[in-house]
């Protein structure tokens, strides 16, 4: 049986610090939760069932179902022209009831600190290496230094309802997702898939984002506040994150790092300026010391966010972001790495992380026939070009300010499809030019207000038609609900000789019109149209009635 979405949580040792100047370290847990997550699955409705299983072959280049033998990883290099695309995160603190207990709110120090982290994360994905040693992936090949891609990051404080049991990654019983056998609260710890404190998937005043949340060790923080017992050590160090599917977009992302603040609070009480020549840096000022953090947690983030992107380790390459060896800058990742990053932006559970407006304002070139039968969220306008087809079969999901352009020569087919807007409301629609062609078949599923087409030699504001002087023809969207409309049906369509129109609506007059704006004028009676003089192709029908005007395209064979 397929599964519905594969989740594979990476292992191995991520050393942030040098060992004789910075003690702290992380492991990456390992499991595969499949089973264990079923919880998290989404509940396909019937229309998504459909394209996923009928329309969606998933044989375009543009997928791939294994990613480390993926053949055309070119085809998702970002461009140097390209703008940039943002990755939501939501750094959740766990804190005790008075809001210590973990980085505070208030407190000015701890924001610089995670702000210095957020922006050096920032700077090394606008900055990478691309000049390698050997024997890294890469090496010899000029690799990009900009990814065009940055985080976007909320930093939210909750206070933990399991703190007073004073140990790292509890969960309540009462909550959804709890253990079995639970007695009030239960450990959680690898491997399982709750210590990613799923439960917060569902609280509403989080905004969306992967969740990345710090908690920390109760015992150990008392120790180190009450006692002033720093010799203990922060305790467990060890770090989680979930990789994408490419069947279940909604499936929910999460990273967790237990004990940060206790290894900045050991760092700064036990570790910067002790004089004991024993110490982990013996005499380093605090300065020093922080910088070392600041520069290390930096590459934890964006090494387990790497994960979020489907990335694995890179342990033959030091200088990788991907290495679990932190001595290194991590300060590289292969252009392969970088197309892998895209390629999970686009078909894969990460892409629903994006903003909406996300947009790099670029052209994705088709010069050549295509087959899009993937599921796929896309950051540029579609250039159709070179007198290509290009046929989509499954989902297309659009930046608000892209478009599909069909060039003079070209054709656009979209047969079974379902295409949207990232913000579900607003898009730039298709531009057919001169001789281009544009075919929407009626088994297309379209139930998005803003969908619509145009046929124009020039690029108009919003990308609609506008009046002039010397035309009378449409001053609105030509294509708008194409098969589906609430209050219209039209049918048989395609049709050879009659369009019958099913409405409670009093009609009170009918247009027709080809994708070139060309008008028509038919024959009506009865609610029934006369197309029997119409060329075979594409219309559409324009029907005024006492609810307003509304178009509905229709094929004449």
Excluded at 117 to 132: A, C, E, F, M, Y
Excluded at 201 to 214: A, E, L, R, Y
Excluded at 447 to 464: C, E, Q, S, V
Aim: proline fraction near 5%; charge should be negative; include cysteine.
């Amino acid at each position: 049986m397929k599964k519905l979405f594969d989740i594979f949580i990476f292992v191995g040792m991520i050393a942030l610090f040098k060992a004789q100047n910075n003690p702290f370290s992380t492991i990456c847990a390992n499991e595969s939760v499949d089973k264990l997550n079923v919880k998290n699955a989404k509940i396909f409705d019937s229309k998504e069932l459909e394209l996923n299983s009928t329309n969606c072959g998933n044989t375009s280049q543009y997928y791939s179902s294994n990613d480390y033998s993926y053949n055309h990883y070119d085809l998702y290099l970002p461009k140097s022209s390209d703008g940039i695309i943002y990755l939501k995160l939501n750094f959740i603190f766990l804190t005790k009831p008075d809001g210590t207990g973990n980085f505070e709110q208030n407190n000015s120090d701890h924001n610089a600190f995670l702000d210095e982290t957020i922006s050096r994360v920032n700077q090394t994905l606008l900055n990478l290496d691309g000049q390698p040693t050997s024997p890294c992936e890469g090496y010899g090949q000029t690799n990009l230094t900009n990814t065009k891609v940055q985080f976007v990051v909320n930093k939210i404080w909750k206070v933990d309802p399991a703190w007073d049991y004073l140990y790292t990654g509890y969960i309540p019983c009462t909550l959804s997702g709890a253990p079995v056998t639970c007695t009030n609260f239960n450990k959680v710890y690898p491997n399982s898939t709750d210590y990613y404190y799923t439960y917060f998937d569902n609280d509403s005043t989080i905004p969306s984002g992967i969740n990345v949340v710090f908690a920390n060790n109760g015992n150990i923080y008392n120790e180190f506040v009450n006692n002033n017992n720093y010799s203990i050590g922060y305790g467990e160090g060890w770090a989680a994150s979930e990789s994408p599917s490419n069947s279940n977009f909604s499936q929910k992302l999460g990273q967790f790092y237990p004990n940060a603040y206790l290894a900045y609070l050991w760092m700064k009480n036990y570790v910067a300026d002790n004089p004991d020549p024993t110490s982990p840096a013996p005499n380093t000022p605090w300065t020093t010391v922080r910088g070392w953090y600041v520069a290390n947690f930096r590459k934890g983030i964006l090494h387990e966010t790497g994960h979020n992107f489907n990335l694995g380790h890179e342990n033959n390459c030091a200088p990788n972001i991907m290495n679990q060896d932190g001595v290194a800058a991590g300060n590289f990742l292969s252009n392969l790495q970088i197309s892998k990053i895209y390629l999970a932006a686009s078909t894969k559970s990460t892409r629903q992380y994006f903003t909406e407006d996300s947009f790099k304002n670029t052209s994705l070139n088709v010069g050549n026939d295509e087959l899009w039968d993937l599921n796929f969220r896309l950051y540029s306008n579609v250039k159709i070009d070179n007198n290509s087809s290009l046929k989509a079969t499954c989902k297309i999901i659009m930046a608000p300010d892209s478009r599909f352009i069909v060039k003079d020569g070209s054709n656009f087919i979209i047969e079974g499809a379902e295409i949207t807007s990232a913000n579900n409301s607003t898009w730039n629609g298709i531009k057919v030019e001169g001789n281009g062609y544009l075919l929407i078949n009626p088994d297309t599923f379209i139930d998005t207000n803003h969908f619509y087409a145009y046929a124009d030699n020039t690029p108009l504001p919003n990308g609609k038609f506008s009046s002039s002087p010397n035309t009378d023809k449409i001053n609105e969207e030509i294509i708008e609900n194409t098969i589906v409309d609430k209050d219209y049906r039209i049918y048989p369509n395609p049709t050879g000789d009659f369009i019958n129109i099913l409405t409670k609506n009093k009609i009170s007059k009918i247009e027709i019109f080809n994708l070139l704006n060309q008008s028509f004028l038919p024959i009506y009676k009865d609610n029934k149209v006369d197309v029997r003089n119409l060329s075979q192709g594409n219309y559409i029908l324009k029907i005024y009635s006492n609810s307003g005007a509304k178009t509905i395209h229709f094929i004449k064979n």
